[in-house]
């Protein structure tokens, strides 16, 4: 008998590779990676510096195309799509998360949320509409009251806050973020994947890069690189429960019950 079926990929990958020129020479960043990833997983990704975890993130992100190999995202084979088919299908499923926020400086978090909407289709239904929705995804990552301040007028994790929140405004799928928690301190770096959490319950795909094994720690299935090539895939038993963790610190001071 057949096994029932699980969720459906929304992401698969078939013998990827990618390299890059570089002076004379070719640099192989991704070797050969097979992959499926099923929805509504949280996956992380670790391994050493170089080993290819930001070439995969920027495939699977459609910013990038493959040396060789495919990658299906829901569905649909974005292997060799030209950059502007590339833009639209990252509009449309994706959010992408950085280490460094990438948050436009003299731009209001009301304003750098909406952004991605100028470029979806029909420019996200004019200004208004772009700023509820902006709004809205706002008070989703607990910043409903600091709409109107500019990056530098927010710390570090509401920085981040922001930049998850511009990354939800055209509600992805897949929500991919490189080292999101690495510029930030403990607590701070704990918020955010309580949010991850949070936003994975909703149904989101989550991929999360990461040196940390505690932020691993969080993830249903770490994966780990080496030198371009997938060397281990586990299935964590007990993930850590972040909420749970952040009520027994119990400071109450973060709005994160903003994300039910
Ligand atoms: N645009 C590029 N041109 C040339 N080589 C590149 C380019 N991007 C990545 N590489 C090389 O590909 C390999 C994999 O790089 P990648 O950025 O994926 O590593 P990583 O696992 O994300 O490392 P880190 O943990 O330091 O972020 C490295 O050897 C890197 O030098
Ligand atoms: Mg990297």
């Known amino acids: ?24 020479g070719v640099v192989h960043a991704l070797k050969g990676v097979s992959l499926e990833i099923a929805a509504g997983d949280f996956v992380a990704v670790m391994g050493p510096s170089g080993s290819g975890k930001s070439t995969l993130m920027n495939l699977l992100g459609c910013l990038d195309s493959p040396s060789a190999g495919s990658i299906l995202v829901d569905g ?20 992408f998360v ?3 926020f990438n948050l436009l400086r003299r731009t209001i978090a009301l304003d750098n949320v909406a952004m991605p909407l100028l470029y979806a289709d029909g420019g996200g239904g004019g200004r208004t509409a772009r700023r509820a929705k902006a709004a809205a995804c706002l008070e989703l990552v607990g910043l409903g009251d600091r709409m109107d301040h500019q990056p530098s007028q927010l710390s570090g994790g509401q920085q981040q806050r922001v930049a998850i929140a511009r990354a939800l405004v055209n509600d992805p799928a897949i929500l991919l973020a490189d080292e999101p928690t690495g510029a930030l301190d403990t607590r701070t770096g704990m918020e955010i994947l309580d949010l991850f959490q949070r936003l994975n319950r909703r149904g989101i795909t989550v991929i999360v890069v990461t040196h940390d094994a505690e932020v691993a720690a969080a993830a249903k299935r770490v994966l780990t ?29 973060t709005p994160r019950e903003a994300v039910a």
């Open 76 to 95: 649909q084979d974005v292997s060799r799509l030209s950059t502007s088919q590339l833009a639209a299908i990252r509009s449309r499923r994706i959010g």
């Open 225 to 253: 690189f080496r030198d371009g090539l997938i060397v281990s895939d586990r299935r964590n038993e007990r993930p850590r429960d972040l909420a749970a963790e952040l009520a027994a610190l119990a400071t109450a001071t």
């Open 1 to 24: 008998m057949r096994e029932p079926a699980g969720p459906p990929p929304v992401i698969v990958c078939r013998d990827l590779q990618k390299s890059f020129r570089l002076g004379g």
């Open 98 to 100: 950085f280490q460094q």
